[in-house]
Structures are given as structure tokens and as C-alpha cells.
């Protein structure tokens, strides 16, 4: 059975930075990524990457800000936000089981069918 279990959200202000983990049990997968949704807003990517290679993608609202990367020895997954912004504010699910996927590709949620319960990050002014 597989699980994803993320920790790692909470609140803080503007500026500031937070780790988020997932951790991944009964399965391995090629990709992971990070998403988040908003209320009211649909779910977005926000960053991906391959095992093997390493190949990382980010979206363009986090690039220089976020960095995943993966402990496969841990087989945990993890998302450092820095330099936060009020608009990063939303709830984050870490996703795997979308098996290999052209990079262009990894940010698209509706390609990854293993999802956590989400974790909270609130970002204030």
C-alpha cells in the first residue's frame, strides 16, 4: 500500500522560509513532485524531480526560491521554500506514481495518481 505522509508546513511571515518532508512507504517511483492548492484556485506544480538523473523542475513563481530534492536512502522527499511569499500560501501535497515523464511534463498533477494528505503553509504579510 502506498502512503505519502507530509510534515513540515505552519505559518510564517513574509521572508521566511520552511521545510517540508514527505514521506514516501510501498512504493518507488521515477517522479515526485510538490504541489499546492489555494482556496479557490485550482492545483498547481510547483516543483518535480526525477530520480537517477536528478533532473529538477520548479515553476517560474518559485524558481531561486524553493529547491526539492530527495533522500532516496530516507525515501523522503523534500521542498525547501525560502524568501516566502504571502501569495505561497495554500496547502501542499507531495504526489508520486506518475512513473518516468518528460520533464515538461512533471508539473502536471492529472500525471501522478499517489497523493498525501497535504500540509498547511500561511504565509503572512
Known amino acids: 500500500q502506498v502512503q505519502l505522509v507530509e510534515s513540515g508546513g505552519g505559518s510564517v511571515q513574509a521572508g521566511g522560509s520552511l521545510r517540508l518532508s514527505c514521506v514516501v512507504s510501498?512504493?518507488?517511483?521515477?517522479?515526485m513532485g510538490w504541489f499546492r492548492q489555494a482556496p479557490g484556485k485550482e492545483r498547481e506544480g510547483v516543483a518535480a524531480?526525477?530520480?537517477?538523473?536528478?533532473?529538477?523542475v520548479y515553476a517560474d513563481s518559485v524558481k531561486g526560491r524553493f529547491t526539492i530534492s530527495r533522500d532516496n536512502a530516507k525515501n523522503t522527499l523534500y521542498l525547501q521554500m525560502n524568501s516566502l511569499k504571502p501569495e505561497d500560501s495554500a496547502i501542499y501535497y507531495c504526489?508520486?506514481?506518475?512513473?518516468?515523464?518528460?520533464?515538461?511534463?512533471?508539473?502536471?498533477?492529472?500525471?501522478?495518481?499517489?497523493w498525501g494528505q497535504g500540509t498547511q503553509v500561511t504565509v503572512s504579510s
Open positions: 504526489a508520486a506514481g506518475g512513473g518516468w515523464m518528460p520533464a515538461q511534463f512533471m508539473l502536471r498533477s492529472s500525471l501522478y495518481n499517489n
Open positions: 510501498g512504493y518507488t517511483d521515477t517522479s
Open positions: 524531480i526525477r530520480t537517477g538523473g536528478g533532473t529538477t
